[in-house]
């Protein structure tokens, strides 16, 4: 029955690529306009790079002369203008009827950057992942999001039919998500985190039957950071299937589908681009970049070329589930980036290696990042157990994976835990 | 987008009274709302106005029709949770926005921010004895079962919605039971709160009793 009704919006999620191509250079010509006028940080990008709305009459012009902006731009704009939408907001929030809110980026690398909203209830886009996961109406589908940043998580839910159960992501929530998985058996979850698959693991390691507890999920959504393989066999292992899921470039989010390859971007709502981190040269399909966003639909906040310092691998390959929307990786940030002996590392780089040593199988590890360019490659890695030897196994691990022979440092990995928010910890420290 | 007709849930949602999984309608959300619209007129918000909201997310049964009311009232909101990792958004949010009111300060928010992080906010309102005793203006926001109350300026007990719900003193604990149709009935559900009620006139001039926690 859920193979049989797989798509949400079928017209849309299979639309034909040339037909998909058009209807993205159609809102863009659409939206530029708005976010020009409005968009106090847009207009001052374009008005220095000389360019107007009536200069870009094709996607073509629009790769050619629009000007990029990053968040420093944004928060430049913020601390110079006293503007605390960082000149972004393209609405009046008071104006009568609008439903406003401003909700805020997880503030990974500094202040929260604010994401101004005005809307009304109903389903967003993400009813096209949540129908993917086989979620159908008259389902229960827990909300277990690690930050709570407004209602349209769970007005997606109801959208879609299902009722939210609201839950607190931390771990020891586990054992009042188990009563209410046996209550209500909920067919959905958004989301499960790397640090909640650790408590999972010592829940089932107690002899809980945590497959048995979550027998009724049809599908899991894995946020926060990269999933490693490790992690997935180990989640597999209860019978449950994840679905990755990923912001993109603070202008939405992309989900897994059940192919698991990749992360579908809605691209009627979104134009990627995919760049070379340090030019403004495309890559080729596929290959590592940094992703560049412009949102299609989003008239409150309309981020135009915005350079998210995200690195990823992106795809417009039509995927086996029948969707033409592009796929994609993400791969770590691009502040985040090391150089050893000419060679990029990410933390996903190294991540299998990390998880393949029993000791520290919960990859938990930080890279030592004090400047970009490094004479060696410096991790402090998390166990679980202290054994004789296990510095060298785990360089071992990474110089067998990698071709780069780290310096590790061992710490318990409570102490990396302890570091982070309740979904991930900080993977990249400067000491 | 091309919508897809499906059935509405009867069940709003599922969050937490208590230790209790609590369901809630969409016509209970939407009642509850009422009371809210009255609540955030009372911490001093208006038209144009801004309440910052702090919490955990099984508290969407009490916060939804709080942020509901701020749109009824056209003003705007803005949330942060109530953890200890993410209190420095709250620290942040009140620093970028200045909010006229900021709702749900914990004992884990002022224990995790600077002591001076509340100091421009007009108006405080906490949901435990040591952000109360921490910030001298704070105000109470009480969940009493599956409703809330909130202290006026004159900080003499937490008015709740008389016209919605009875609490009542039952031995040494505050009970509260549904006085309009819920989904999930209170029939003297005992709210973990001690205290007592309040009936007489308030200086602010509002009609709703009121419950004093000891």
């Known amino acids: 029955m859920i193979e049989a009704d797989r798509y949400w919006e079928p017209d849309v999620e299979c639309l034909p690529r040339p037909e998909l191509d058009a209807l993205q250079e159609q809102k863009l010509l659409e939206l530029l306009p708005w976010a020009y006028e409005r968009a106090p940080l847009i207009r001052h990008a374009w008005d220095a790079a000389g360019v107007t709305p009536d200069d870009i009459d094709s996607m073509e012009a629009f790769r050619e002369q629009v000007p990029f902006i990053d968040k420093d731009a944004m928060r430049h704009f913020r601390d110079d203008r006293g503007d605390p939408y960082g000149g972004m907001l393209a609405i009046d929030l008071s104006t009568p009827g609008v439903f406003g809110a401003i909700f805020s980026t997880s503030g990974t690398t500094g202040d929260p950057t604010l994401a101004p909203f005005a809307g009304r209830e109903g389903p967003t886009i993400l009813a096209r992942e949540f129908w993917e996961l086989g979620v159908r109406p008259g389902d229960a589908f827990v909300e277990m999001l690690f930050t709570y940043r407004g209602p349209a998580i769970h007005w997606t839910m109801r959208g879609i039919g299902a009722t939210p159960i609201f839950v607190d992501h931390d771990p020891a929530e586990l054992p009042r998500l188990f009563e209410l998985s046996r209550e209500f058996e909920p067919t959905g979850w958004y989301n499960l985190s790397g640090p909640l698959v650790i408590a999972l693991q010592q829940l089932a390691e107690s002899g809980i039957d945590v497959g048995k507890a979550l027998s009724s999920y049809r599908g899991i959504v894995y946020a926060g950071e990269p999933l490693g393989p490790r992690a997935r066999r180990l989640v597999d292992s209860w019978g449950l299937e994840l679905f990755n899921h990923t912001g993109v470039g603070d202008v939405g989010a992309a989900t897994e589908c059940r192919e698991h390859d990749g992360c579908h971007v809605w691209e009627d709502t979104a134009l990627i681009e995919v760049l070379d981190p340090d030019g403004d040269e495309p890559v080729a399909d596929g290959e590592r970049g940094e992703l560049v966003s412009t949102t299609l639909m989003n008239l409150v906040s309309p981020l135009v070329r915005y350079r998210s310092d995200d690195l990823v691998r992106f795809t417009r390959e039509p995927c086996a589930c029948g969707r033409t929307h592009g796929r994609v990786w993400p791969m770590g940030r691009k502040s985040d980036e090391v150089v050893v002996d000419g060679r990029s590392v990410l933390p996903i780089d190294v991540w299998p290696a990390i998880e393949d040593v029993p000791e520290t199988a919960a990859g938990l590890f930080q890279m030592v990042r004090p400047t970009r360019e490094l004479d060696r490659l410096r991790l402090r890695v998390g166990y679980a157990r202290l054994e004789p030897g296990l510095r060298g196994r785990v360089e071992d691990a990474v110089e067998a994976h990698f071709g780069l022979r780290p310096e590790v440092e061992l710490v318990e990995q409570e102490v990396l835990l302890r570091q982070g928010p309740p979904h991930k910890i900080p993977r990249v420290v400067k000491t | ?214």
């Open chain 2, 1 to 214: 987008m091309t919508a897809r007709a499906v059935p509405v849930p009867k069940v709003w949602g599922i969050g937490l009274v208590g230790a209790e999984a609590w369901r809630v309608s969409p016509e209970d959300v939407a009642d509850e709302t009422e009371s809210a619209v009255e609540h955030l007129r009372l911490l001093g918000i208006r038209e144009g106005g801004l309440v910052l909201i702090v919490s955990r997310l099984a508290e969407t049964i009490h916060v939804a029709p709080l942020e509901l009311a701020a749109g009824r009232l056209d003003a705007r909101w803005s949330s942060c949770d109530a953890t200890e990792g993410d209190a420095f958004r709250t620290a942040s949010l009140i620093r970028q926005l200045r909010p006229d009111a900021v709702i749900g300060i914990t004992e884990t928010i002022v224990g995790a921010v600077t002591a001076d992080a509340f100091d421009d906010v007009p108006v405080i309102a906490v949901t435990d004895r040591v952000a109360r005793d921490a910030i001298p203006t704070a105000r109470w926001w009480l969940r009493v079962g599956p409703t809330s109350a909130f202290e006026c300026e004159e900080r003499n007990g937490a008015h709740y919605d008389g016209t919605r719900w009875l609490v009542e003193q039952l031995a040494d604990e505050l009970v509260v039971s549904n006085l309009r149709n819920r989904l999930s009935p209170a029939r003297q559900l005992p709210t973990g709160l001690r205290g007592r009620v309040l009936d007489d006139a308030c200086p602010c001039g509002s009609s709703w009793p009121r419950v004093e926690v000891s």
